[in-house]
């Protein structure tokens, strides 16, 4: 037997994988190296496709027993989704059904779900739950709506069974330093905070110091990576042992501000870190905070590390790529 991997050349997907091979489990990496990178692939094997090929997608299942299927391969930048939502729509939607059709074709019933609090919209209470209202803002929020919406579909109708994980903002690298975050163009925080230390950056830029928050900046929910790895490892292991489909928040449940993250970054770093304060972005709330509760009564998820541990391991993650 034998675990599908789509997106797993990806930031998160490529540390699943890593975790999954270290259990013991064997891996098929599936991705189209649009934003993937081949090296972070060093388990298991590699397989260079897009989802749109349903030919490759059968061979794959066939030549492989896949007992279940981990699923990173969307396109994840919100503002690239609003200026072509097509793009957004083609593969995070389309090429989902395409999967789940190839799954159903194979007798393939177990699939954990790469989503995200950009289902949420923005928030008319905190912190974030399960069952609060989904109202996403953009289409990249709404592309991985309507794919928990299809999962919901295809369980009650083909008895598909998934676990679709909400993750706030993953962050961090491997703690051995292997594998980490390669975005390109790079949109997350700490990484800029650590180009701004290492000299790639001559600055970082913090966008609205007026927000009713400790310290007037965006405070927002850090996950490590390696987290988010062992949270996706214990869904895969709930729906093993006959869990129910269902849906999961994902965040350490304390929220971090802008000014505390690059503080973090120069206490790790010993570096000066040169700060512009500019304008607020539009749409950016000045809270994000989600509740885990839920992931930790029923899969028993724990996340690990705080932001400095994320900070770290992505300083170091950086020094050996730079």
């Known amino acids: 037997m034998a675990i599908l991997v789509t997106g797993g050349a990806g930031y998160v997907g490529s540390h699943i994988n890593k975790m999954l091979a ?6 098929i990496v599936y991705d189209n190296l649009v934003y993937g990178h081949e090296e972070a692939v060093r388990w298991g094997k590699l397989i260079k496709a897009d989802l749109a090929d349903a030919e490759t997608l059968d061979k794959v299942f066939k030549e492989n027993k896949i007992e279940a299927v981990f699923h990173f391969a969307a396109y994840a930048y919100v503002g690239e989704s609003v200026t072509d939502p097509a793009k957004y729509y083609t593969n995070n939607v ?10 159903r074709r194979n007798d393939c019933n177990k699939i954990i779900f790469s ?13 974030l739950t399960e069952d609060m209202p989904q ?6 929020g709404a592309s991985k709506l ?13 008895g598909l069974k998934f676990a679709a994980l909400r993750y706030f903002n993953a962050a961090g690298a491997d703690p051995d330093g292997e594998i980490g975050e390669q975005h ?15 000299g790639k950056r001559t600055d970082i830029k913090v966008f609205g110091t007026d927000y009713p928050t400790k310290d007037g900046t965006c405070i927002r929910d850090y996950i490590h990576v390696w987290d988010l790895a062992d949270a996706h490892l214990r869904a895969f292991e709930y729906l093993k042992n006959g869990g129910a489909s269902d849906f999961f928040n994902l965040g350490n449940e ?8 690059i503080e973090a970054a120069r206490k790790i770093t010993g570096k000066e870190i040169a700060v512009i304060n500019t304008e ?6 000045p809270v994000l905070v989600g509740s885990s509760a839920k992931a930790k009564e029923i899969l028993g998820w724990n996340p690990q590390f705080d932001v400095e541990k994320m900070c770290e391991d992505a300083w170091r993650f950086a020094a050996r790529t730079s």
């Open 115 to 127: 989503s995200t609090c950009a289902t949420y919209g923005t928030p008319e209470k905190l912190p």
């Open 254 to 261: 304390c929220g971090t501000s802008v000014l505390e993250i």
């Open 280 to 285: 607020r972005r539009e749409g950016d709330p």
């Open 146 to 158: 309507m794919v928990e919406r299809i999962f919901k579909d295809y369980d009650r109708a083909y």
């Open 135 to 140: 109202n996403p803002i953009s289409p990249y």
């Open 184 to 198: 390109d163009p790079e949109t997350h925080l700490i990484p800029l905070v650590l180009d701004a230390a290492s």
């Open 94 to 103: 389309t090429n989902t059904i395409n999967l789940l059709d190839a799954m």
């Open 22 to 27: 270290q259990k013991g489990y064997d891996t």
